[in-house]
């Protein structure tokens, strides 16, 4: 990363930090903020939350990696997740994750090099009525098939 980025996203972190006593119990609302305005949580900001909250690294990196809300990687332009919950396993939601993997050419949990997509999986969106189901950004696909994917996937493509 160049230096002038490292120098802007500190001055950006102490912006977000100045807000928030140095208490541990701000960790998570400190963490929130960061994932909000980067998409994900970099290492230079967990970096300047361990200074700042007098927290080692090892934990930020154990809370960050415990949430799934959080994300060490930053995400595609279009976030595809499939849910595995029992709903949507049971109705072939495993089919349409492995399409995914195979069309994107990438694991679950990263994004495209064009930064376009990104995968992840989720346990349930509370959408078991229509299982199974994956959504992009938060756009809901439900009675989801190999062949919707693609039809998904074509038109983001598309899209640009």
Do not use: H, W
């Amino acid at each position: 990363m160049c230096e002038c980025i490292d120098n802007r996203l500190k001055k950006e972190m102490q912006e977000i930090m100045k807000q928030y006593k140095v208490e541990k119990d701000n960790l998570i609302p400190i963490l929130n903020e960061v994932q909000e305005k980067y998409g994900y949580i970099p290492k230079i900001a967990q970096l300047e939350i361990s200074n700042y909250l007098g927290i080692p690294m090892a934990e930020i990196y154990g809370v960050v990696t415990f949430y799934s809300r959080f994300t060490l990687e930053p995400k595609g332009k279009y976030n595809i997740s499939v849910c595995l919950g029992t709903a949507c396993f049971v109705k072939g939601s495993q089919k349409i994750l492995d399409r995914l993997k195979e069309r994107l050419k990438i694991e679950e949990g990263k994004t495209t090099d064009d930064g376009k997509f990104s995968i992840d999986t989720t346990r349930c969106v509370g959408a078991c009525g229509i299982a199974p189901v994956f959504t992009v950004n938060d756009e809901v696909y439900g009675k989801a098939t190999v062949k919707k994917l693609d039809e998904v996937l074509d038109k983001l493509e598309q899209e640009g």
